[in-house]
């Protein structure tokens, strides 16, 4: 029997559950994060009466699950996944070990049954059996449910909340049971009924057998290039039994009207009932607000606030959150939002049509990277999202877009971009795939975006809303109506079918529940733009799929840069996690998923990565006669010179972006995260240790930054920038030019003076284009440093580097480093685990030029027998 309790003015719901592995070398309690899902600061959950008349309860405790056919049932975890249940009971081999993915490929084709046995609450002051109901907050994605045998519900969509009245007649105790059918062979039901073939192309299947495209699952789980396939089924988020009927957060609806200094004034939507409760307000930190209402008048009523407390993107301003708490007579319910205008402003300038975001007014440049799920089993990543979001904002990011191929953010981790300033790029969640004509999934769509957009709506992280990956722009150029014999009446059908899910339902839905923006699709051109890279947002891969040199960056990259980047191998400690020592382990070569064979035949992913590293930095492949070739020895060239390249590609990209002069007002790197231990674009691997180029990217996001210009036609110049609501007054920038020695050969100095939110360009218009380095240290009148860097305007592979001989000093959680000869892209290393204050630099040579570098040990403080060292640029080439 379930046992469970009822709380009382309590965000807290007990967490129970077994101890899952995630890969971050620390053991986390699976259901912790799942159930954060339930809370905010304010509750964002229903809270019990005085007299405890409301009540809900987790179900999470006593779950069994069973493979159809079987009459044995194992212990199981809710949320949970077939997979991790099967691991948990010895049933399957980790997929992330070695090649184990090919092992678990049979579980895709098999249904599964999960239960568990509940009584119904109790109320003393409604009924002993109040009118009750539950609440599937996420089922994978074929199913049907049954309570005491009686079916309640078939679901088809992975990405919908479900609500289900408990019949009147059903009495404790009660057996929830739910099957989980295959969704590979369910897809393939559901192909056979449609009239054409629905294009795709992330499944490696033949194309009548690429199911994707038509089920409502995150499209990852299907396989990628960056992502393993396991296409298991699971109830991934909690099951709630809660009492009927009671008002919930996501039925109020805050519609800004008017801001100024002065006042807010919002309109608030809601049902009939919250007009016999009472509405109370607070401000940030729960202070008291001067504010007062409207009467009620046909489920509205407007709200005005004085002197409000405007929320600012992350680096321009705070982020006060608002508490609007309504105590009824059955329960209360408190909604959290914070107060901020925001537009997209998309007018003819001097480019084409600018595409950039203007928040309270002010415009600013979105600094960011694209994320896919933290892990590849959903209810894992739930208990990874307080790193996703720290990675970013140690990373000065302010916009995170939310890629279409995978999963709704939680209400979690929305909280977290509210309390941290990061606004939200939300894909709908598709990618990469056209989609379905008939009226059934039509409306399964239509159900889908209002589930979404009611527990978005009040969330001022929420930037923008977007119909799709890639698709329109797949279809247009990947050659999809010939691959998949789409032509005439099926090519009118297939854009028709479209055309009603992105030109219809998705905006029709926002636009009766929010007042978000919506852009159809991405890469997109402005509808009243025809000029490539003139309007919309782009996604800038000619570096990477066509060998482009970083260069390109400065000119390339629409008016917004939604998608660009670069392999590289995870960290060598991760690699071994999961069995790597070496470069020719099959389990490495198994994890490169990227064929680039219309470039050449045979060219996948590691032949990208060697050209790069060779034109930037050095060959990390070593001769079939050398003694080290596919050992150990290749795999260090490997990881060094992949993670160096794509950092230095990644900081030219940012910063070219940002010295564009408004021409580009955005740049969101493909990817932070990983879904598992792989060879890929992420900047983080996936056991959360920074690559070098989340060192890089940190630098180059910094609110206040100096950088320098690297076009050719404006070679001495570069451009200071101020993204922050302070202002800058009478600050000192020297600035220095260095041969390859990292010698001084000139330098010259400027007082600087900048307003909030201002960009100043510079030129030194009688320094020779001859020298290699330029250095700067930009200081306040007081001395604080502000921004400091040395960058050098030459392909690093170009120089012969020096090998040097590189000092550390350990002076408690500080490090000195010097060196006796200048040293290029250095790394530091540690023996424990942990992150450096910055990695992969280029050092100067002289005491003199030492750097101080912090290590921040993962458990807080390093032990007694820590030990350091580094490599660099030069003992690889």
């Excluded at 909280?415 to 939200?424: A, F, H, K, S, Y």
């Excluded at 206040?704 to 200071?720: G, H, K, T, V, Y």
């Excluded at 305007?793 to 580097?801: D, E």
């Amino acid at each position: 029997m379930l046992s469970f309790k009822t709380y009382k003015h309590q965000n807290i719901i007990a967490v129970k559950g077994p101890i899952i592995e995630c890969n971050r070398n620390v053991q986390l309690p699976l259901l912790t994060a799942c159930l954060l899902a339930l809370l905010s600061a304010c509750s964002d959950v229903q809270n019990s009466k005085e007299d405890g008349s409301y009540q809900q309860v987790v179900l999470d405790e006593n779950w069994e699950f069973r493979q159809s056919g079987d009459t044995s049932w194992m212990p199981a975890n809710v949320p949970g996944d077939v997979m991790t249940d099967l691991m948990q009971q010895g049933q399957l081999d980790n997929p992330f070990q070695g090649t184990n993915e090919r092992i678990a490929q049979w579980v895709e084709n098999q249904d599964w049954f999960y239960r568990c046995v509940f009584d119904l609450l109790e109320s003393e002051h409604l009924s002993t059996s109040p009118k009750q109901e539950l609440i599937f907050q996420g089922i994978d994605t074929y199913a049907e449910i049954r309570l005491n045998g009686s079916m309640l519900l078939e679901t088809s969509n992975m990405h919908r909340t479900f609500v289900l009245p408990i019949p009147d007649t059903i009495q404790s105790p009660c057996t929830l049971e739910i099957n989980l059918k295959s969704a590979v062979k369910s897809g393939m039901k559901v192909m056979a009924n449609q009239k054409r073939l629905i294009p795709t192309s992330n499944e490696s299947r033949p194309l009548n057998e690429r199911t994707s495209s038509v089920t409502r699952k995150a499209k990852y789980q299907y396989g990628w290039d960056w992502g393993p396939r396991l296409t298991s089924c699971a109830i991934w988020r909690p099951v709630i039994l809660r009492e009927r009927n009671a008002l919930q957060p996501d039925d109020i609806r805050l519609t800004l009207i008017s801001l100024d200094d002065q006042e807010a004034i919002y309109e608030i939507e809601a049902p009939s009932s919250i007009q016999s409760g009472e509405i109370s307000l607070s401000g940030p930190q729960n202070k008291d607000v001067k504010w007062h209402s409207t009467p009620w008048e046909a489920g509205r009523c407007r709200m005005n606030i004085s002197f409000p407390e405007l929320w600012w993107p992350r680096g321009m301003g705070d982020q006060p959150l608002y508490s609007l708490k309504w105590n009824g007579i059955d329960n209360s319910i408190c909604v959290r939002f914070g107060i901020r205008d925001i537009h997209w402003n998309r007018t003819p300038d001097a480019y084409g049509t600018s595409f950039q975001c203007v928040v309270n007014g002010q415009s600013f440049f979105a600094k960011g990277a694209n994320i896919i799920p933290p892990d590849y089993f959903p209810a894992r990543s739930m208990a990874l999202e307080d790193d996703l979001i720290a990675a970013a904002t140690e990373a000065n990011m302010n916009m995170l877009r939310i890629w279409g191929g995978g999963v709704y953010p939680s209400e979690s981790f929305l909280n977290l971009c509210d309390e941290n300033g990061v606004l939200i790029w939300q894909d709908f969640m598709f990618a990469c795939g056209m989609v379905r004509g008939d009226a059934g999934h039509q409306a399964n769509v239509k159900f889908e975006a209002i589930d979404q957009l009611k527990k978005m709506r009040n969330h001022p992280c929420i930037g923008i809303l977007c119909g799709n990956n890639e698709s329109m722009h797949a279809w247009k150029n990947w050659g999809w109506a010939e691959a998949f014999e789409l032509h005439g009446e099926d090519s009118v059908e297939t854009e028709k079918a479209y055309s009603t899910i992105f030109d219809s339902v998705l905006p029709n839905a926002i636009d009766s529940l929010t007042d978000f923006k919506y852009w159809p699709s991405s890469p997109m051109v402005d509808p009243n733009r025809t000029g490539p890279g003139d309007s919309g947002d782009e996604h800038a891969w000619r570096v990477w799929f066509d060998t482009l040199d970083f260069d390109y960056y400065s000119n390339h990259a629409g008016r917004f840069a939604s998608e660009y980047g670069l392999q590289s191998l995870p960290n060598q400690k991760t690699l071994s996690e999961v069995g790597i020592a070496r470069w020719d382990d099959e389990a490495l070569q198994f994890r490169q998923r990227s064929s680039m064979e219309w470039l050449q035949a045979g060219l996948n992913g590691w032949g990208m990565m060697r050209i790069y590293a060779r034109r930037y930095a050095a060959d990390p492949a070593l001769s079939a006669d050398n003694p080290e070739h596919g050992g150990t020895t290749e795999l260090k060239r490997w990881i060094y010179l992949s993670q160096l390249t794509q950092a230095i590609g990644l900081q030219e990209a940012i910063e070219r972006h940002r010295n564009s002069r408004g021409r580009i007002a955005g740049s969101l790197y493909w990817q932070l995260d990983d879904v598992w231990p792989t060879v890929s674009w992420s900047t983080v691997d996936h056991a959360g240790r920074w690559k070098l180029a989340h060192h890089a990217v940190k630098h180059a996001n910094a609110d206040c930054r100096a950088i320098w210009n690297r076009s050719d036609s404006i070679e001495r110049s570069m451009q200071l920038h101020n993204q922050g609501p302070t202002g800058i007054e009478d600050s000192n920038l020297r600035v220095q030019w260095r041969n390859a020695l990292g010698e001084i050969e000139n330098d010259a100095s400027r007082t600087i003076t900048l307003t909030p939110f201002e960009t100043l360009e510079l030129s030194f218009p009688g320094i020779s284009q001859g020298y290699p380095i330029v250095s700067w240290n930009w200081t306040k009148k007081d001395g604080q440093m502000i921004d400091s860097g040395n960058v050098l305007l030459s392909k690093p592979s170009t120089i012969r580097w020096p090998k040097a001989h590189i000092d550390i000093t350990q002076l408690e959680d500080e490090l000195i480093i010097s060196s006796d000869s200048i040293a290029y892209g250095v790394r530091l290393q540690s023996n424990e685990e942990g992150r450096f204050s910055e990695n992969g630099f280029i050092l100067l040579p002289g005491t003199e030029n030492a750097r101080k570098v912090r290590f921040l040990p993962s458990m807080g403080t390093a032990s007694t027998s820590v030990s350091f060292w580094t490599e660099h640029l030069a003992e690889f080439q």
